[in-house]
């Protein structure tokens, strides 16, 4: 390796002449020391090879010889045009470790020359190579597993332009269009390239300084983004961002290719240094929804709202693998979940090789549900996220609360908001992402979108989000539509579950711009099964600084006086307002008020590009609101509202409902039958809420103050 395996005074200046995009030095060293020095070491060495290529034969035989069909089709293909085949270059690669003949050598060789000449011409012209740097490793993964069987000067001449893209990419950052993101991102872009592009091409001879240096900047960059979404995920588990198609698709590999290549670069098991990636199954159980569907957080598209398991099969099976021993529950928790996801089908981004690695799945625990009286609700602190249900079976009730995560990606300006679902999405987040499309920055992101409050300030310039107008649309400033200027920074001040209620304190008044808002408080408490009760405390800075409270639904809702309806699919909310006492109430939304803000309606651009998904539900988009306000001009604006959700066939009426009040107290009493529920509230100072049971055999009385329940327990079960 020519004494390049200690990192020395020129690694480092290496590390500053080439990389110069790290701002700051690494925070830790790679063991250098330790890397093998012969061939393969990207995902497979020497010690595993042999029980890879029997896994890949022995048990997935049907992946290998779909490769194989692949591979043969492309290499018999004389009018092959130019472009990007690098996981097919590691398809070909991985044929030729197995098959070590001349003819699965020429194809390898052809498919990973074909790449990089690619790679490079894209470099020239300034072109976007993909969005993901998935293929990219795949050919660098191809130049390792093949190096020692090509000729000197090719390996010389490829390693050195591999060498060359990346530090193109990660330098120059010019390219329009390059998805180049950071240690917080969902690091499938340029920035996980140097680590395995210096993991290649170190001891090669080609430039030994830039190779240690891109290991020693892809390293610290690989740790960063492990230990932040460590702290996303806490005890509970979670992903790069609450919006699933990232956390369970493109994200986690990040995370599984690392500890792959520490294991088979340096021997050594990364996996245990952040074991917060085993508690993925905890968050997948809790963000599943019936029918094979989700919530829809943050920049989910609303289409369908179908689960977005693509990737999660293989996620499920890494967790299997690098934790089966460790963390025995999740890893049996994983096996449950697995046959619940689509079986992984070909793709460049989703990694076709990676099963084959896998060599540990047959120790870890067999399939276990989760046990038997499983707790109701969930804090995910990390992610920002409350989950709550009745039960784990199509005709419970299930509801999202969303306030202080850690992270504002692919977020919306929506803390202190909920969504509710019982056999439909009776409260939830509206509209969707055309790119481009203003519908997606002026309304889909912003509070209007959801189930929140909003705060009207005359002349109040809103934050930008990301996204552009359509061609045709007007480039109009962004609308005031009285929401948040911050997606994040709301304070759970109270969590609290039982078997018989969940409740949650969460102020968000950081959230707003402070000339308009003093307080933003939301207490909100699910009554098992089937009751919300909310309690809202705004204080503004003028009276002329109007508040406004929102529901969105997916069909029209009716209103009659202080009460409305809504239903979607088999189910129905009931929702009624007993503070502000003469409050307002105004139904927005149909043809032309769908998406409604600031004086004008942000409809979708005509033929809008919505991440390849079709509308297959339109009115999951939304389209229809509910909002409430004071009738007169107020400073000190309080609302309160229950909601009780059950089967669109057997719910004619709400319960009955009173309001309870005193000098300092308001709150709520609930008749079902025999049951008698009553929810208090504190008007002022400090939040507090008191909830009391009678009836149909239950006796509870409890005083909740400003205390947030510990979880320790990994799973569902404990």
């Not at 043969?72 to 092959?80: E, G, K, S």
């Not at 470790?97 to 000449?117: C, D, F, K, M, Q």
């Not at 996801?341 to 067999?366: E, G, M, Q, T």
């Not at 009738?631 to 000190?636: C, D, V």
């Amino acid at each position: 390796m020519n004494g390049t395996a200690a990192i020395g005074l020129a690694a480092v200046a290496g590390l500053a002449a080439c990389l110069q995009a790290a701002a700051t030095p690494p925070s830790c060293e790679p063991p250098l020391d330790r890397l093998v020095t012969n061939r393969p070491r990207l995902f497979i060495n020497a010690q595993s090879l042999p029980l890879v290529i029997r896994a890949a034969s022995q048990e997935h035989g049907e992946r290998l010889n779909a490769l194989r069909d692949i591979v043969n089709r492309l290499t018999t293909d004389a009018d092959l045009p130019p472009g990007d085949y690098g996981v097919e270059s590691a398809a070909a690669a991985f044929l030729l470790l197995s098959e070590p003949t001349p003819a699965r050598l020429t194809a390898a060789t052809g498919l990973l020359e074909r790449s990089v000449a690619y790679y490079r011409d894209c470099d020239r012209d300034r072109r976007t190579v993909s969005r993901y740097s998935a293929t990219r490793i795949h050919a660098i993964m191809a130049y390792d597993w093949i190096y020692d069987a090509m000729p000197t000067e090719q390996r010389f001449r490829l390693g050195r332009d591999l060498l060359a893209h990346v530090a193109f990419r990660v330098l120059e950052r010019s390219v329009p269009g390059d998805n180049l993101g950071d240690s917080l991102s969902g690091f499938y872009g340029e920035i996980s390239l140097p680590w395995y592009v210096g993991l290649a091409t170190i001891g090669t001879g080609i430039d030994e300084d830039k190779s240690v240096a891109a290991i020693v900047f892809g390293y610290d960059q690989h740790r960063r983004m492990l230990d932040h979404r460590r702290r996303l995920a806490g005890d509970d588990g979670g992903g790069g961002t609450a919006t699933l198609g990232y956390a369970l698709g493109a994200d986690p590999w990040a995370e599984w290719n690392f500890f792959h290549t520490m294991e088979s670069a340096f021997g050594v098991n990364a996996a245990t240094n952040w074991p917060h990636a085993a508690l993925l199954p905890n968050y997948v159980l809790w963000n599943r929804l019936p029918g094979g569907l989700e919530f829809g957080s943050g920049d989910a598209f609303h289409t369908s709202n179908e689960w977005p398991d693509g990737h999660l099969y293989a996620h499920l099976a890494h967790v299997r693998h690098f934790f089966g021993a460790s963390h025995p529950e999740q890893a049996a928790l994983a096996a449950w979940l697995q046959p619940q996801c689509r079986p992984p089908v070909y793709s460049s981004a989703a990694w076709p090789l990676a099963f084959f690695f896998l060599n540990r799945i047959n120790r870890s625990p067999p399939p276990h549900a989760p046990p038997p009286g499983a707790p109701l609700a969930r804090h995910f602190e990390g992610m920002g996220q409350v989950f709550m249900r009745s039960g784990w079976g199509d005709r419970d009730t299930y509801a999202l609360f969303t306030a202080g995560g850690s992270s504002a990606r692919h977020k919306h300006f929506d803390e202190n908001t909920f969504t509710i679902f019982h056999q439909g999405y009776l409260a939830l987040d509206s509209g969707t992402r055309p790119e481009p499309g203003s519908h997606l920055f002026q309304y889909y992101c912003r509070s209007v979108a959801h189930n929140g409050i909003l705060i009207r300030m005359e002349g109040e310039q809103m934050p930008a989000y990301w996204g552009t107008p359509a061609p045709g649309e007007p480039d109009l400033p962004i609308a005031n539509d009285g929401g948040m200027r911050c997606p994040t920074g709301a304070v759970i001040r109270a969590f609290h579950t039982t078997p018989d209620f969940t409740y949650i304190a969460s102020d968000a008044t950081a959230c707003y711009h402070p000339a308009k808002c003093r307080l933003a408080l939301r207490q909100f408490v699910h009554v098992q099964p089937n009751f919300f009760v909310i309690f809202d405390r705004v204080h503004v800075l003028r009276a002329d600084q109007p508040v406004t409270w929102l529901l969105h639904t997916a069909e029209q809702p009716i209103l009659t006086g202080d009460r409305f309806r809504a239903d979607h699919r088999g189910g129905r909310l009931w929702c009624r307002t007993l503070l502000p006492a003469k409050g307002s109430h105004r139904v927005v939304g149909g043809p032309g008020r769908e998406f409604w803000s600031d004086g004008r309606n942000w409809p979708l651009p005509a033929k809008p590009w919505l991440g390849g998904e079709t509308i297959k539900h339109p009115e999951l988009l939304g389209g229809w609101r509910v909002e409430v306000s004071p009738s007169t001009p107020a400073l000190k604006v309080r609302l309160l509202h229950v909601i009780e959700v059950g089967a669109r066939a057997a719910s004619n009426d709400m319960a009955a409902v009173r309001r309870l009040w005193s000098w300092n107290w308001t709150g709520v009493e609930l008749r079902q039958g025999e049951r008698k529920v009553s929810v208090r509230f504190r008007k002022n100072g400090e939040p507090g809420c008191d909830i009391a049971i009678r009836g149909s055999g239950r006796r509870l009385t409890a005083t909740l103050g400003n205390t947030v329940q510990r979880q320790s327990a990994l799973t569902a079960g404990r």
